[in-house]
């Protein structure tokens, strides 16, 4: 008797790939190696009749494998073993066994470009991928482009993918659905697909500008380098290098392109050319791209696109000309310290005294504002006239012309131009000794000197 059937019976959507087993509950054919299975029986009939090839893989399972081209798609088969099947010991299976599956239909497993794709290129060739091999006439008849585009059609993986190429490049800016109709047909039988199946995209835009770096009309950032296009679509790179003009005209100029598409979101796509070079201070840049600057398929911006921007002068700068973060001054010359300036319209000076001792990482570390400052003991407010970019110094007199009593003091300074995250760099806070007499100590092993 049959112990189990592979697919079971009333099975649907069986693959038409597969393969059928049967397994009997004891041996029917004799221990044999796969060369020597030609006398033996060949016990199961398929209806509809499938080319193939089945083998026993063991004394007690028969397993049927369809030929190339498979099952039919959409079809029901009736499996069959007949009566007077003998074992290895002469019985006899007495009733004929029956069951029945049905294969899967045709059915487009997957469409590139995917669903709801953009920046398409308008000559990408389409890919759709069935789950069994197709009937290429019925096929191709069944496949359309709307808005209408011919196409070229090409048959790969055993008629299971259809690649379709347009004969002339798509319309850019255009949503298009592919639509594969029902009528097309699997290789193997009648059976079509269940349903239509349908996926649509968006082929790129024109070529255009997406944004610069900087920005049409803005002052550059300090530390800006050159400029940076983004475009709203992949550029031809022939089109653009050294093709651009810069007003005034950098000494050496680098182009750099690079493009990322993602096509399910286009926010996340980058085209992107970066022109390196330095720029001028104070300088009136501007910036054309041509006119014929174009995509990949000859599209071209159709007019020039220019862009303007100013560079800005040396940054602001407010720093205690001393040595930093520390630094002493004899009680023997009057208390005057000189302020670094340039592109400010004024500093402020304060003067500080600790209440306490200050630690070695307070006296060496002040820009980290380790140190407690509390009240300031005096402010000074100097308004400075310096021309634009030119460095100016200007000294200020913490007594009045006089000596500062000996001690520790802390000295900041400040400018409203400077940001103050970009104090770090400058002297703007300062641990101040005011003294004639200093200790040295030196300490050896076994001895100290002090002088």
Known sequence: VLNQTIPEDGTQNVQTGGAVTVVFNRPVVPLTSSGKQAGLPQPLILDPVVEGEGNWVSTSIYRF???PDGFAGGTTYRATIEAGLTDVTGAELPASVSWQFTTQNPDVLMVSPPHKASLVPPTRPISITFNMPMDRASTESAVSLSPGAALDFEWQEDDRLLVATPQESLDLETQYELTVGQSALSASGGAGLEKTASSDFTTVPFPAVKQTYPS?????SPWQRGISID?????DQ????NRISIVPEPEEVTYHYNEWIDE????YSSFNLNIDFELEKNTQ???TIPADAADPYGNTLGEDYVFQ????GFSPVASLNLPSPLSQISASFPSDVEVIHRNISQFEVGLYQPDSPLTRLEMFSPWQEAVPLGEALRTWTV???????EVGTTTVSLADGGVLPNGVYVLTVTAPEIDPDYRYWQNQRHVLIVADTNIVISEMPDEVHVW
């Not at 475009?231 to 550029?235: D, K, L």
């Not at 921007?309 to 800005?312: A, K, P």
Request: zero cysteines; proline letters at 11%.
């Open 231 to 235: 475009f709203v679509s992949a550029m």
């Open 285 to 287: 840049y501007v910036i």
């Open 264 to 267: 399910f979101d286009p926010s």
């Open 238 to 241: 022939e089109t653009l290098e």
């Open 65 to 67: 494998e369809p030929g």
């Open 309 to 312: 921007f100013e560079s800005q």
């Open 216 to 220: 049409n009309g803005e002052i550059a």
């Open 383 to 389: 308004p400075v006239n310096t021309p634009r970019d």
